[in-house]
């Protein structure tokens, strides 16, 4: 099988690639003068395929598209999303609005689809593909338990979030707490207040993803204000948005530990093992 990586997840399929015991396919990116994506396999010979290609962009999406394109011969193709962007718009919530992860599921012809803990899993319904979401919150639990933390508590900051921060907490034998988020706009979000015991406690908030570190932020105010010792900040997607970082260390955080779905300079957890043993298992 070839594994193809995509412009955003050349170091996760790499690694995936290398626990396959092969070695990923070169491939060329690069733009043209009036800025469309141009993109090339440097491989034509004929074997089913996994493309592997996060979409935190537009350009990425493109990309992704074009690579299934040019796979159009492969007998089989899979095709893995291990961060799909859009899918926080999984339903109409004003009117006149689309279903974006809709559309763009839609437009992904594969003959199986893989997501990673995909921010809704009805998403799944809409690929034209068998379609499976991958759960990493095994893997966060087991960097949790590396980590040599005091009393630790595991809290999920809504009720998003919650099965992650369970599967890890049962995982791991860490108890969970939640807390209540109400969003006003995309970068502002308040805390509901809640005792929770966190007095001298090193916390782990776990999300699915961060995004403008709004959530986090108010988060780790609010536990900090109770007392709280050291407290990290994990989720699946570090998708980090513009001062996502500074607004985490602003608030107080100890560090940001995050998969590299997306890849930063964050992402220390690999979810490399648990797409290659899935790809084993086909
Ligand atoms: C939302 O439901 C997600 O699970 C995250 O809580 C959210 O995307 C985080 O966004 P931000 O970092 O912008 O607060």
Do not use: W
């Amino acid at each position: 099988m070839k594994i193809i990586a995509g412009p955003a997840s050349q170091l996760l399929a790499s690694k995936v690639a290398q626990q396959l015991n092969t070695p990923p396919t070169i491939c060329d990116y690069k733009r043209f003068p009036d800025g469309e994506l141009y993109t090339r396999i440097r491989d034509d010979s004929i074997d089913d395929v996994t493309i592997i290609q996060s979409t935190p962009t537009d350009g990425d999406y493109i990309a992704l598209l074009q690579l299934i394109d040019a796979c159009e011969e492969a007998p089989t193709i899979n095709v893995v999303i291990p961060y799909m962007g859009y899918a926080r718009q999984d339903k109409v919530f004003n009117q006149g609005e689309p279903v974006s992860a809709r559309a763009i599921a839609r437009t992904i012809n594969a003959d199986r689809v893989f997501t990673v803990n995909i921010h809704e899993k009805s998403i799944l319904e809409h690929f034209n593909a068998d379609s499976f979401d991958l759960d990493a919150s095994h893997l966060i639990g087991n960097h949790i338990r590396s980590m040599n933390l005091t009393d630790p508590l595991i809290i999920s900051p809504d009720a998003g979030a919650l099965e992650i921060a369970k599967s890890a907490s049962a995982d791991i034998g860490i108890p969970y707490e939640q807390l209540e988020k109400t969003r006003h706009s995309g970068e502002s979000v308040t805390i509901a207040e809640k005792e929770i015991d966190v007095s001298g406690r090193d916390l782990i908030l776990l999300d699915d993803m961060i995004a403008t570190g709004g959530t986090m932020a108010e988060s780790i105010r609010m536990l900090k204000e109770q007392g709280a010792a050291d407290i990290y900040v994990a989720c699946i997607h570090p998708v980090l948005a513009r001062n996502a970082v500074v607004r985490l260390y602003n608030a107080g955080v100890k560090e940001i530990i995050s998969t590299d779905t997306l890849e930063k300079p964050q992402s220390s957890i690999s979810v490399a093992p648990l797409i290659a043993d899935t790809l084993k298992s086909l």
